[in-house]
């Protein structure tokens, strides 16, 4: 957590995140990456794709950080039967008053718990388009906002076919972050099996709704040199055209770069991170860790790269290589305003 104390990030509201973080590690044992990418997600009010194999804590891990965290929680199990009344609500008739009355669905919540997203039908996915991207939902000529903040934290399991539906390619762009989940190491694995002789541990609310909401709008005055955003424009701009970027070996393997929301996911990404790492300035350091978890579900690969088994991460691989960071003066902070 906190690297270093920045003067714009307020010092309290910067340790009951770490505090928060505390209590999830109480039950999740190792899966960092994951960890610090549901925060920057949380911080960054964007939403959060994991994708792994079963038993990887994906689940355990979005419901116990619900459970630190104040405001309204709720878990979809999506299934090849849902429809979207299922999740968005419905038109009830009320005999007694000789009238419909609209039956809000779970998706009225603060953090909604996407399970196995994947096997739900397009006409579900489509429900999820108008609240992940508005923040709203329509019912016949009504329309309901959801509480603020409003993130939906979704799973997928990668290794099953049958009686699943791959994600439209529109739904995927609305998530900020897709992140791959691995399996822990030895020791690691240790202490899961540890942990499950023991009872649950009670977790304890350590930030409230109004304090997330507080860390979301410091999250926004985080400084962004220009040259940093540059760099990320033209990464974007290399999944596009990668042979104008020094990378046309990969020119085969892509058949869509990455869309405008990828930049613009990987500097509001960026921006929390280094909130969370105790700066009120982002560093290149920041946007390289997070262009693979912003940029990979955004790409669409050629017949040619599923062909060969080449990855969008390989391809962004080859990308980072082609195009350094920016040198930057880390005493450089953000220009007063006049």
Same mark, same amino acid.
């Given at each position: 957590m906190p690297e270093e104390q920045a003067g714009g990030v307020d010092g309290e509201l910067l340790t009951k995140l770490e505090q928060a973080l505390f209590e999830i590690r109480r039950v999740i044992a190792g899966q960092e990456g994951m960890l610090e990418r549901v925060l920057v997600c949380l911080l960054a009010g964007g939403h959060l794709l994991i994708e792994g194999v079963p038993g990887l804590a994906k689940t355990l891990t979005i419901k116990t950080t619900?459970?630190? @965290? /104040?405001?309204?929680?709720?878990?979809?199990?999506?299934?090849?039967d849902l429809v979207p009344s299922d999740l968005v609500g419905t038109r009830v008739f009320r005999p007694d008053k000789h009238d419909f009355e609209i039956d809000l669905g779970p998706v009225f919540c603060n953090f909604l718990l996407a399970d196995e997203i994947n096997r739900a039908p397009a006409k579900v996915q489509s429900a999820l388009l108008e609240v992940m991207q508005e923040r709203q939902v329509t019912i016949g000529h009504d329309t309901f906002p959801v509480p603020d903040p409003f993130l939906v934290l =979704?799973?997928?399991?990668?290794?099953?076919?049958?009686?699943t539906y791959p994600l439209?390619?529109?739904? #995927?762009? !609305?998530?900020?972050?897709k992140v791959l989940v691995d399996y822990p190491t030895h020791d690691e694995e240790l202490t899961v099996v540890a942990r499950s002789l023991e009872g649950q541990p009670r977790l304890e609310h350590v930030l409230s709704i109004e304090? @997330?909401?507080? &860390?979301?709008?410091? #999250?926004?005055?985080?400084? #962004? +040199?220009?040259? $940093?955003?540059?760099?990320?424009? +033209? $990464?974007?701009?290399?999944?596009?055209r990668p042979a +104008?970027? /020094?990378? =046309? =070996?990969?020119?085969?393997?892509?058949?869509?770069?990455?869309?405008? !929301? /990828?930049?613009?996911?990987?500097?509001?990404?960026?921006? =929390?991170l280094a909130l969370i790492r105790g700066r009120d300035y982002v560093v290149a350091a920041d946007v390289e860790s @997070? #262009?693979? +978890?912003?940029?990979?579900? !955004?790409?669409?690969?050629?017949?040619?790269? &599923?062909?060969?088994e080449v990855t969008a991460d390989q391809v962004l691989d080859e990308v980072l290589g082609a195009l350094a960071p920016p040198q930057l003066e &880390?005493? !450089?902070?953000?220009?007063?305003?006049?």
């Amino acid at each position: 957590m906190p690297e270093e104390q920045a003067g714009g990030v307020d010092g309290e509201l910067l340790t009951k995140l770490e505090q928060a973080l505390f209590e999830i590690r109480r039950v999740i044992a190792g899966q960092e990456g994951m960890l610090e990418r549901v925060l920057v997600c949380l911080l960054a009010g964007g939403h959060l794709l994991i994708e792994g194999v079963p038993g990887l804590a994906k689940t355990l891990t979005i419901k116990t950080t619900a459970s630190v @965290l /104040g405001g309204t929680f709720k878990r979809i199990q999506f299934t090849p039967d849902l429809v979207p009344s299922d999740l968005v609500g419905t038109r009830v008739f009320r005999p007694d008053k000789h009238d419909f009355e609209i039956d809000l669905g779970p998706v009225f919540c603060n953090f909604l718990l996407a399970d196995e997203i994947n096997r739900a039908p397009a006409k579900v996915q489509s429900a999820l388009l108008e609240v992940m991207q508005e923040r709203q939902v329509t019912i016949g000529h009504d329309t309901f906002p959801v509480p603020d903040p409003f993130l939906v934290l =979704a799973t997928q399991n990668p290794i099953e076919s049958e009686g699943t539906y791959p994600l439209p390619e529109a739904q #995927v762009d !609305r998530f900020m972050l897709k992140v791959l989940v691995d399996y822990p190491t030895h020791d690691e694995e240790l202490t899961v099996v540890a942990r499950s002789l023991e009872g649950q541990p009670r977790l304890e609310h350590v930030l409230s709704i109004e304090e @997330l909401r507080e &860390l979301q709008r410091q #999250v926004s005055n985080v400084y #962004v +040199d220009p040259t $940093l955003i540059s760099w990320v424009v +033209d $990464l974007a701009s290399a999944t596009r055209r990668p042979a +104008d970027h /020094g990378a =046309a =070996a990969m020119a085969p393997y892509i058949s869509y770069g990455a869309s405008p !929301r /990828g930049p613009i996911s990987v500097i509001a990404a960026a921006r =929390a991170l280094a909130l969370i790492r105790g700066r009120d300035y982002v560093v290149a350091a920041d946007v390289e860790s @997070l #262009v693979r +978890d912003a940029f990979r579900h !955004r790409i669409v690969l050629s017949y040619q790269a &599923l062909a060969e088994e080449v990855t969008a991460d390989q391809v962004l691989d080859e990308v980072l290589g082609a195009l350094a960071p920016p040198q930057l003066e &880390l005493g !450089r902070t953000a220009p007063t305003a006049a």
